[in-house]
């Protein structure tokens, strides 16, 4: 025995991590980041991230930044191209496109979060107390959820739409309603994963009621799948937003809703292309934004991204 290390000294040290290599002397062992540092790592998500915040914050305080109305018409001023007074240029009957635009966020971002957090709210439920109680319950609600993921999403909320008529609570009824199978479906296989776990059996040994176990145990550990999913599904519910506007089922005009503009700017595109350009140009940033914000939060809740 060397220096002045006691006797037995050698016998008693804890063994390495299987797999782990021994610290070297003066070696700083860094903690693992979280979830939110290794988002912050991933840098399409940061900027998908700062271009919603935008997008709301414009949104938000437009009627305080922007002093023309997006409805209002100037017959005098029509198709005025890109330019100072008009960064955007002006539709068919004089309004300011850029006006419209920035208003037109508002329901954009607005009903997409809100149908996205009914869908989810609803799926998760759904799916959760399908997947925990199982049986003939678990049976007949995963059928009807069969029946409705047969339809493409967006055809059922068109075919809806149609039968119901446009109105916002409408809009946020069907979006959610054309979601909530696919989040029913994701969770109710988390459930059935999570109900067979050595602690869930340890939980109902310790006399855990089924309630109890599904806020405290189960119910926690599938919120990652559902965030990640959330993200990733926002994108396509402004796709399909705008594609009722786009088709006359969903927001009605002089609303200021870019599905709108895209379906009044199609008839001008030879004349005054700016008139759909910008449009178009906002739903496919919107979408690539929160498709960003979708990878972004999938690698960070990802366990096997963990060093």
């Given at each position: 025995m060397t220096g002045n290390a006691p006797a037995g000294a050698d016998a008693v040290a804890p063994?390495?991590?299987?797999?782990?290599?021994?610290?070297?002397p003066g070696e700083v062992i860094r903690?693992?980041?979280?979830?939110?540092?290794?988002?912050l790592q991933h840098r399409t998500a940061v900027a998908g991230a700062a271009t919603i915040?935008?997008?709301?914050?414009?949104?938000?305080?437009?009627?305080?930044?922007?002093?023309?109305?997006?409805?209002?018409?100037d017959l005098l001023a029509p198709f005025r191209p890109p330019g100072p007074g008009h960064p955007f240029g002006t539709d068919d009957l004089g309004r300011d496109v850029f006006s419209r635009i920035v208003h037109g966020g508002r329901y954009a971002l607005g009903?997409?979060?809100?149908?996205?957090?009914?869908?989810?709210?609803?799926?998760?439920?759904?799916?959760?107390?399908?997947?925990?109680?199982?049986?003939?319950?678990?049976?007949?609600?995963?059928r009807v959820v069969d029946v409705l993921l047969a339809f493409p999403a967006f055809l059922l909320g068109l075919a809806l739409m149609a039968a119901v008529g446009p109105s916002l609570a409408n809009i946020v009824a069907v979006l959610a309603f054309t979601r909530m199978p696919r989040f029913a479906?994701?969770?109710?296989?988390?459930?059935?994963?999570?109900?067979?776990?050595?602690?869930?059996?340890?939980?109902?040994?310790?006399?855990?009621?089924?309630?109890?176990?599904?806020?405290?145990?189960i119910l926690p550990n599938c919120l990652g799948p559902a965030m990640v999913f959330i993200s990733l599904d926002l994108g396509a519910i402004v796709t399909s937003l705008a594609g009722l506007s786009f088709l006359?089922?969903?927001?009605?005009?002089?609303?200021?809703?870019?599905?709108i503009m895209l379906?009044?700017?199609?008839?001008?595109?030879?004349?005054?292309?700016?008139?759909?350009?910008f449009p178009g140009a906002a739903i496919t940033l919107t979408v690539m934004a929160f498709n960003f914000i979708g990878d972004g939060v999938r690698d960070a809740l990802d366990p096997r991204s963990i060093r």
């Open positions: 063994s390495p991590a299987v797999g782990r290599a021994r610290p070297r903690p693992r980041p979280t979830a939110w540092q290794r988002f915040a935008v997008l709301a914050l414009a949104a938000v305080v437009a009627p305080w930044i922007i002093a023309r109305s997006p409805i209002a018409v009903l997409s979060l809100l149908s996205a957090s009914l869908a989810a709210a609803v799926g998760v439920t759904v799916g959760v107390a399908t997947g925990y109680s199982g049986g003939w319950i678990d049976g007949v609600v995963m479906r994701l969770l109710r296989g988390a459930t059935l994963g999570l109900k067979t776990a050595e602690y869930i059996s340890a939980a109902r040994a310790a006399g855990s009621t089924g309630g109890r176990i599904i806020f405290k145990h006359g089922v969903g927001l009605q005009p002089p609303t200021p809703d870019w599905g379906t009044d700017g199609r008839k001008f595109l030879q004349t005054a292309p700016w008139v759909a350009l």
